[in-house]
């Protein structure tokens, strides 16, 4: 199976900062066709996950343009330009290039 | 609005068996791969099945295959996960979820608890 990385683990933000998670994968996450499969989630507390991001860098309907998402290949990075207060919980980066989809590890992020 | 349900969690002994439904409603299920995902008590996110829009494609995690069974019922807008054998391990809220494409996910039910416990 695809390892996924994430770091850090735990990020705590000042209100109105920027924020970074990372994430590598153990394989190549590009297809065949171009596009890469990586996509990220956020599970706020006592929630169900939701999507942000899908392949790299395309925003989710609904998912405000303070997120975005870069990278290709293996290694990809998650940003919040200004962190609010409703951007507190757990972020999880995803691969779908492979079967089984597997997750990272999870970075907690809390508000200063 | 698209809607999943999950039921049919609880506890149960090891070695026992429990069937999980998905209720979904707001869209066509038939259209769609279809997922469970569970986490474990303060853990992370576990891919553990998938099946596809005709229900003939299934695949599963290796911690459960030959365990789990995934099924769906198109006509009933429902979604199974049979879990036999279960053991501690598989104590973890489940959820379904949709697959928009490429399992990027974008729908999730509430999630359903099963504890294995003597």
């Known amino acids: 199976d695809v390892v996924m990385t994430q770091t850090p683990l735990s990020l705590s933000v000042t209100p109105g900062q920027p924020a970074s998670i990372s994430c590598q994968s153990s394989?190549?996450?590009?297809?065949?066709?171009?596009?890469?499969?990586l996509h990220w989630y956020l599970q706020k507390p006592g929630q169900s996950p939701q999507l942000l991001i899908y392949e790299v860098s395309s925003r989710f309907s609904g998912v405000s343009d303070r997120f975005s998402g870069s990278g290709s290949g293996t290694d990809f990075t998650l940003k919040i330009s200004r962190v609010e207060a409703e951007d507190v919980g757990v972020y999880y980066c995803m691969q779908g290039r492979h079967v089984p989809g597997t997750f990272g590890q999870g970075t907690k992020v809390e508000i200063k | 609005e698209v809607q999943l349900v999950e039921s049919g969690g609880g506890l149960v002994q090891p070695g026992g068996s429990l069937r999980l439904s998905c209720a979904a409603s707001g869209f066509t299920l038939s259209n769609f791969w279809m997922y469970w995902v569970r986490q474990a008590p303060g853990k992370g996110l576990l891919w553990v099945s998938r099946i596809n829009p005709d229900g003939r494609i299934t695949d599963y995690a290796d911690s459960v295959k030959g365990r789990f069974t995934i099924s769906r019922d198109n006509a009933k807008n429902t979604l199974f996960l049979q879990m036999n054998s279960l053991t501690a391990d598989d104590t973890a809220v489940y959820f379904c979820?949709?697959?928009?494409?490429?399992?990027?996910?974008?729908?999730w039910g509430q999630g359903t608890l099963v504890t294995v416990s003597s």
């Open positions: 394989q190549s996450l590009l297809h065949s066709n171009g596009k890469t499969y």
């Open positions: 979820a949709r697959d928009m494409r490429w399992q990027a996910l974008d729908s």
